[in-house]
């Protein structure tokens, strides 16, 4: 059991994400974020979403360090050209994972720029625009809001 919210929308993404951006940001949220010794950015792993007992495996029901929970729920469209909810249930901390992205993935200056594996990367991108989200308590209402990579919420009055 848990708790689950829906969020409807997306955040704009500028320039576009390239295909390598596209492909790895969702192979990032479709791969349970174990702890291992691979490093945050791995994607891999055996069995379904990387959940395999392997042998780089720290452990398996903790993120790693700066991740705030085990599944990244923000995937981007097919053209790259924006960022949304991919449906998950129970996808906590998603204003966390949505500056977690920014600023390791996606902003100039961003913390994999000049690391293994992120070369086709461009770190140029500009994110804005509004997520809107409800919990499953009816009082539960709030929007992330994006503006040129700054994330913000804000609750609905009740």
């Excluded at 409807?8 to 295909?19: A, C, D, H, M, Q």
């Excluded at 990032?28 to 291992?36: C, L």
């Excluded at 993120?63 to 960022?83: E, H, Y």
């Excluded at 992205?101 to 996606?106: A, E």
Aim: hydrophobic share 30%; charged share 25%.
């Amino acid at each position: 059991m848990g708790y689950s919210t829906r969020f409807e929308g997306s955040v704009s993404v500028t320039p576009p994400l390239n295909r390598h951006e596209r492909t790895y940001l969702r192979k990032f949220a479709g791969t349970r974020r174990t702890d291992r010794t691979r490093g945050p950015y791995f994607v891999g792993g055996s069995n379904i979403h990387g959940r395999g007992d392997d042998s780089d495996v720290l452990d398996q029901d903790r993120p790693p360090a700066g991740q705030p929970s085990l599944w990244c729920g923000w995937i981007p469209a097919r053209d790259g050209s924006a960022l949304a909810w991919d449906g998950i249930e129970k996808f906590h901390d998603a204003d966390v994972w949505m500056r977690y992205l920014i600023d390791h993935f996606l902003r100039p200056g961003a913390h994999a720029q000049g690391r293994n594996g992120f070369g086709r990367f461009t770190f140029d991108h500009v994110i804005d625009g509004t997520i809107h989200a409800q919990g499953e308590d009816p009082d539960d209402i709030w929007d992330l809001i994006v503006t040129n990579n700054a994330v913000r919420v804000t609750y609905a009055e009740t």
